[in-house]
Nanobody, 116 residues
């Protein structure tokens, strides 16, 4: 059973920073592209960042470009999301998963609240 475990959420002020972690258990992590998603209250879940499996190429939603950084550590089976200069609109539950087709069971997510 593959499990996704997000951690690192919490309260952060605008202009602060926060780093989320996603541990992947029970799968061959290194072969998978990974993505970070978020879901704000009353909104659909949206993809905010992806990172490829081979050369760690990254892509970002326009809303977070220049502020968020996705990275991965294959030795630790972990993907990270560094959040700099967060805005109130970044408040959401953040999830990791395989982007596109082939998504697996969602984890519980990490709540990120940006004060305003």
């Amino acid at each position: 059973q593959v499990k996704l475990v997000e951690s690192g959420g919490g309260l952060v002020q605008p202009g602060g920073s926060l780093r989320l972690s996603c541990g992947v258990y029970g799968s061959i992590f290194s072969i998978h592209p990974m993505g970070w998603y978020r879901q704000a209250p009353g909104k659909q879940r949206e993809l905010v960042a992806t990172i490829s499996s081979g050369d760690s190429r990254t892509n970002y939603a326009e809303s977070v470009t220049g502020r968020f950084t996705i990275s991965r550590d294959n030795a630790k089976n972990t993907v990270y999301l560094q959040m700099n200069s967060p805005k109130a609109e970044d408040t959401a539950v953040y999830y990791c998963n395989i982007p596109g087709n082939g998504q697996i069971t969602w984890g519980l997510g990490a709540q990120v609240t940006v004060s305003s």
